[in-house]
C-alpha cells in the first residue's frame, strides 16, 4: 500500500532562503570570474583598479565580508529560531538585494557583457526572493 502525504513543514522556507544564500554568492562570484574575461580585466586588476575604482586592503576586507555574509547566513536560516531568523533575512536581504543592483547598474554603465550582466541580475534577484520567502514565513507561523 502506497500512503500519500504530503508534508509541508515551518522549516521549508528556511532551506529555501538558505539555498537563495548560496544561490545568490555564486552568481555574484561567477560574475567577478567572468569579469577577469572581459578585455584588460586582468591587466585593471593588476594596475590595482577595477573600472575606474581604486583597490586596496580597505577593498579586499569589504569583498572579503560581502563573501563571507551570504555564507553565514545560509547557515544562520537553517538555525536561528522565529522572529530574529525573519529579521536577519529580511535586512540583509534588502541590503545585498541594494547593493547588487548597484554593481548591476555600474555594469551597465561601463558596458559590460551580456552574460556578467546576466549573472549580476541573479545575484540581485536571490536575495530579493530571500526576502519575500522571509517576509511570507511570517504567515505560516
Request: proline content about 3%; cysteine-free; hydrophobic content about 60%.
Amino acid at each position: 500500500m502506497i500512503v500519500k502525504r504530503e508534508v509541508k513543514t515551518l522549516e521549508d522556507w528556511k532551506i529555501k532562503i538558505a539555498v537563495l544564500w548560496l544561490f545568490g554568492e555564486v552568481a555574484w562570484l561567477t560574475a567577478v570570474l567572468l569579469l577577469l574575461y572581459e578585455p584588460n580585466g586582468i591587466e585593471q586588476i593588476m594596475a590595482g583598479e577595477i573600472y575606474g575604482m581604486q583597490i586596496g586592503p580597505e577593498w579586499f576586507l569589504i569583498v572579503a565580508i560581502t563573501l563571507l555574509v551570504p555564507l553565514v547566513m545560509a547557515f544562520l536560516s537553517l538555525t536561528l529560531e522565529g522572529s530574529m531568523n525573519r529579521w536577519a533575512n529580511i535586512i540583509l536581504g534588502i541590503v545585498f538585494a541594494v547593493l547588487n543592483l548597484s554593481n548591476l547598474i555600474e555594469g551597465v554603465r561601463w558596458g559590460v557583457a551580456g552574460g556578467i550582466l546576466l549573472m549580476e541580475l541573479a545575484s540581485v534577484v536571490a536575495p530579493a526572493l530571500i526576502v519575500w520567502y522571509a517576509w511570507k514565513s511570517k504567515q505560516k507561523a
